[in-house]
């Protein structure tokens, strides 16, 4: 029996009783049937306790939403403190917090990007990119990379995976094209009719495991967005705040885009807040029309004052520096541990702590997944690719914890191999639970 | 290479000048305490009510700050005091400061990286660095000497050019053949010993030899592969954090793990005590005043402290009493005596004292009449407690604020008293080129002048004494307890292993009666443990063969390596990353809201400083 003040909870197969009856069945089911029976109770830091008592090392983080950690101490702190003054805020007018996160914003933004626009989370943030970028190019085609993921709103899901909108009936192929990752030819292609309002690409794309953008794509995309009066859209939700070892992945590419979205972390892990950054041409319709999106929870004034935490930790010399080692460290242990387990490790995505674990069985990252749950560590398998395991430390690790992360990180590995191995025939077959 | 950061000196105006000024700011300040409510026992000088705290805003303090830099604080303070009083208290931040402690708190987890990092450097590599840092440093030595005693309001510049240049390519070149980094075999005891660095040094700096002690523990914690972050003293907080963060770049530069050396902004007393209890401290060492010190010790944390010091220097009658004069003037007049190894009072043997007397006035060392060593006392110790203004100055200002008259280009003042008593504040610490002197009859009493000295205060510090009688030198050693005693030579120098062949030290350890973890000048064998692998004694079990084998490497490049993405190519070693880091510059110039507790607490820390100084 737990009691947290505003309701008791009974035990966790209550939790998950309730939550099958009253949430998600599909959702809870799976992870039962997965083995990933977690229902989060404490967390600090880079730990996370289920209800059952078991301490995970957390390297999902949500996608870099607990990028800081959880419950960092310095923004409850902030928040806690902002709690005196502020609430949500009125977004209808001009306020103090969002104007003092907005210039905070540019002042970091690569340099053509002077306003900004806020959503309550990434999806709307894509959104209001997407709109933006219709309006200032008066064209509706929206080009995306095949199994990106953008977010489950409105215009977003379009662009992403038909995973997640053809059940919806949301897909939208008249209007959104999807093309492969890498894959300039078929970029060229679909930016030839001129018709398209914007390119959006996630630097590196999440949910599809990370693959990392091929020398040069990127950059050639932008070019030839240039040429064709399209918009680079770039989705720096996972990506951005550090986590590359910068504070913006596309800035390592030496890109300014025209747009850039920012979520997850930027919240701190404490109150939900995404931003969208737009470069003058693009800002049009914040002078003609400023009220064409509304948002009651975008740039809430709480979620500024986390925002703001957020920002200025980030951008501290001493996490940049302290990023570099963990990268570094975390990097090197993974090779290590790949040597001594070639056949099934078989590859490994890094850019900064974003990183992605490739290993040889179609869902070989669900396998992984179950292992490391065992073994004290939460990282999730790619939906999108179930080889790769997206592999997520946050920038504030220390060596000691990066040290006991690896050591955990090889016996779930060797875990899973084993189990792969001695498998029946078919071990080759899906996980149990229902493969997506 | 940059100067002093903008607004903070300019160029014109002689020394003189600038300590003048300086002297008009720490009567302001005083000034301020003494019109304030509780101000405690204002410093002589203060003339309560004069210049009224009001009207300047909160900027006056003892340190010399660019009087533009006091405007834009008035105008924030206005600012501030313009607004409502409710919407004041809205705003305020529960903790003003907190994120600059934080901050500062994280600069500790990245030295614990670096640390981590260095501790497998090998030998060669330690070397280079520590040579490349110590040239970078004594290139400086004469700007940041000058720079040093422009900020502090006090010194001599010349002479902290000469202990820059001692405490950075000096302090290399004694170093340099010692090893702290390779394991050694005694095979013999069959014992293994492989260093360990302490980890994450705290280095707290003083400001009465500023740069020169950043620069001595950066060196002694590269020599060790050890991590620093310096908490430089708030009076001497802008030339010593340039000085850090030269050294920074010059380490980085030759192949330091990045974040080895860094230096703490805005050093306030709540965020150094922070970072001394912080756990990812391994060791802090504390040179400084009794206050900071004793508060590093309390701190939970091993701490390597320092004491204070009352040096008494003997002359007996078989001392070569020319040389005596020269290196005793000389010694005092040395930074005008801002060493604490430098002579307080000197205990001159009857027999000799005439003779003495006489070539110390050849050496510009004046031995003052009766009613002038009143003035002198009152003066430097109005009810009691030392007078501020003094510390560091010339003899000659101190003579003339004073009211006494001295030969022109005097460098000491000597104040004849007759016995060393606790109730003869001439016999204390004084910090600046005034010497106390009594006689004695004999060695024995001299010896007996000096002990009572060291009951007043100093124990475990230092002592001199001029003579060629070993007997009497024995004696001395055994009778007088502090732990360092320049024989035949200047003290100054002498007990800080500048001009003697003990450890040159810029921190010195005055033992255990001295309320310090350490007993000798610190050298960096003081900032290495050492794990003891040994075997089993028994003749039958044989000791392990160890050549050739070096649990240290190099790594070529930068440590850490620029993250570049997995499917990019490494980019060679020693080239900067192809993307800067943004580091936007700050937009306007709004004073943080912590800089008003600042000044209050450096005000306070400075008040208890000299309280400490007259402390009987």
Redesign the interface.
């Known amino acids: 029996m737990r009691d947290y003040d505003v309701f008791t909870v009974e035990s966790k197969a209550d939790v998950l009783e309730k939550s099958r009856e009253y949430w998600n069945p599909g959702k809870t089911g799976f992870w039962v049937d997965t083995g990933v029976d977690l229902v989060i109770d404490r967390r600090e830091g880079y730990y996370i306790w289920d209800m059952s008592g078991a301490r995970l090392i957390d390297v999902h983080l949500n996608g870099g939403t607990f990028n800081l950690g959880h419950r960092n101490a310095e923004l409850v702190e902030a928040i806690t403190t902002g709690m005196r003054t502020f609430d949500i805020g009125n977004h209808h007018f001009p306020s103090s917090a969002r104007a003092a996160l907005a210039a905070e914003l540019v002042r970091w933004a690569p340099p053509n990007l002077t306003k900004v626009v806020y959503g309550s989370g990434g999806g709307e943030a894509i959104d209001i990119a997407l709109k933006t970028a219709r309006h200032a190019t008066r064209r509706r085609r929206i080009v995306s990379i095949a199994k990106a993921y953008h977010g489950h709103t409105g215009l977003a899901v379009a662009t992403g995976d038909d995973r997640f909108s053809k059940i919806f009936l949301a897909d939208r192929p008249d209007e959104f094209t999807h093309v492969p990752f890498n894959d300039l030819a078929a970029m060229e292609q679909a930016l030839a009719p001129g018709d398209a309002a914007a390119v959006i690409m996630e630097t590196i794309p999440a949910t599809y495991g990370f693959p990392l953008p091929a020398p040069g794509y990127l950059e050639a995309v932008k070019e030839l967005c240039e040429s064709h009066g399209t918009v680079y859209i770039a989705d720096e939700v996972q990506t951005g705040l550090m986590r590359t070892g910068e504070m913006w992945g596309i800035s390592k590419h030496g890109i300014e885009p025209d747009i850039l979205v920012t979520g997850k972390g930027l919240s701190g892990g404490i109150y939900p807040i995404a931003a969208v950054l737009v470069s003058e041409q693009c800002a049009g319709w914040l002078t003609e029309d400023g009220f064409a999106h509304i948002s009651s929870f975008g740039g809430a004034e709480l979620g500024c004052v986390a925002a703001l935490k957020t920002l200025e930790i980030c951008g501290r010399p001493q996490t940049r520096s302290m990023v570099h080692y963990i990268a570094d460290l975390v990097g090197r242990g993974l090779r290590d541990i790949q040597a001594r387990y070639p056949d099934w490790f078989t590859g490994i995505r890094q850019n900064g702590v974003v990183m992605g674990l490739e290993f040889d069985h179609p869902e070989g990252a669900k396998y992984v997944m179950r292992h490391l749950y065992e073994t004290g560590v939460w990282a999730i398998f790619s939906t999108l690719d179930p080889r790769v395991l997206q592999y997520k430390p946050g920038v504030l690790m220390t060596p000691e914890l990066c040290e006991e992360l690896l050591e955990r990180t090889e016996a779930g590995i060797s875990g899973a191999w084993a189990e792969v191995r001695h498998s029946p025939a078919g071990s080759r077959a899906p996980l149990a639970g229902r493969a997506r | 290479m940059t100067g002093p950061r903008a607004g903070s000196r300019g160029r014109a105006g002689s020394p003189t000048a600038g300590r003048r000024g300086q002297q008009r700011n720490i009567r302001a300040a005083s000034a301020d305490l003494a019109a304030g409510p509780g101000g405690g026992t204002p410093i002589q000088g203060a003339v309560p009510g004069a210049e009224p705290a009001g009207d300047r805003g909160p900027a006056k303090t003892a340190r010399a700050v660019h009087p533009s830099r006091h405007r834009a604080r008035g105008r924030t303070a206005q600012a501030a005091g313009g607004q409502h009083p409710a919407d004041r208290q809205?705003?305020e931040?529960?903790?003003p400061g907190?994120?600059a402690i934080?901050?500062a708190r994280?600069?500790l987890?990245?030295a614990?990286?670096?640390a981590?990092?260095f501790a497998g450097y090998d030998r060669s590599s330690v070397l280079r660095i520590t040579e490349a840092v110590a040239r970078a440093a004594y290139a400086q030595a004469s700007r940041y000497a000058e720079w040093a005693v422009k900020e502090t309001g006090f010194g001599v510049a010349e002479h902290k050019a000469l202990k820059n240049e001692a405490c950075s390519l000096g302090l290399f070149q004694r170093y340099r053949d010692e090893d702290y980094v390779s394991p050694r075999t005694d095979p013999a005891a069959k014992i293994l010993s492989v260093p360990r660095p302490a980890g994450v040094i705290l280095a707290l700096t003083p400001s009465t030899n500023p740069v020169c002690t950043v620069f001595f523990k950066v060196i002694l914690a590269l020599l060790t592969r050890n991590a620093i972050v310096v908490s430089p003293h708030p009076m001497a907080q802008e030339c010593c954090t340039d000085a850090a963060r030269l050294l920074a770049a010059a380490a980085t530069d030759a192949g330091a793990p990045?974040?080895a050396i860094q230096v703490v902004e805005e050093p306030t007393v709540e965020l150094v005590q922070a970072l001394m209890a912080d756990p990812v401290t391994d060791v802090i060492v504390a040179t400084g005043g009794t206050a900071m010190v004793r508060a590093a010790y309390r701190s939970g944390n091993p701490a390597l402290g320092v004491g204070p010091g009352n040096v008494p220097v003997l002359v007996d009658t078989t001392a070569d009493l020319a040389a005596a004069a020269a290196r005793i003037a000389e010694s005092k007049a040395f930074d005008n005596s801002l060493l604490c190894t430098n002579e307080s009072v000197l205990i001159a043997l009857e027999p000799v004292a005439d003779r003495l007397t006489r070539e110390l006035a050849r050496q510009r060392a004046v031995v003052l009449e009766a009613d002038a060593t009143a003035r002198l006392r009152a003066y430097l110790f109005p009810d009691g407690m030392l007078n501020g203004e003094a510390i560091g100055q010339d003899a000659t200002w101190i003579a003339k604020q004073a009211g006494i008259r001295v030969p022109p280009r005097t460098k000491v003042l000597i104040t004849p008293f007759g016995l060393v008593l606790p109730e003869e504040p001439l016999a204390r610490e004084k910090l600046c080129p005034v010497l106390g002197m009594v006689r004695a009859r004999d060695a024995e009493a001299g010896i007996a002048a000096a002990r009572a000295m060291v009951r007043i205060g100093g124990i475990g510090h230092s002592a001199a004494i001029h003579s060629s009688d070993p007997a009497v030198i024995m004696r001395f050693a055994e009778r007088v307890p502090v732990l360092r005693m320049a024989v035949n030579a200047g003290n100054s120098t002498g007990s800080a292993g500048l001009d003697t062949n003990l450890a040159p030290s810029m921190t010195l350890g005055t033992g255990f009666a001295g309320g310090s973890s350490i007993g000798e000048n610190l050298e960096p064998q003081h900032l290495v443990n050492w794990v003891r692998v040994a075997y089993n004694a028994a003749n039958d079990v044989p000791f392990g063969d160890f050549t050739g084998l070096s649990p240290w490497g190099v790594r070529a490049g930068p440590v850490?390596?620029?993250?570049v993405?997995?499917?990019?190519p490494a980019p060679d070693g020693g080239t900067r990353p192809?993307?800067q880091?943004?580091?936007?510059t700050r937009?306007g110039g709004a004073a943080p809201p912590a800089a008003d507790r600042m000044r209050e607490q450096l005000r306070a820390l400075i008040i208890e400083e000299l309280r400490q100084l007259g402390k009987v």
């Open positions: 809205a705003t931040p529960v903790h907190t994120s934080h901050a994280q600069m987890a990245r614990h990286w670096a981590g990092a990045d974040g850490p390596p620029y993250p993405a997995s499917n990019l192809a993307v880091p943004t580091a936007p937009l």
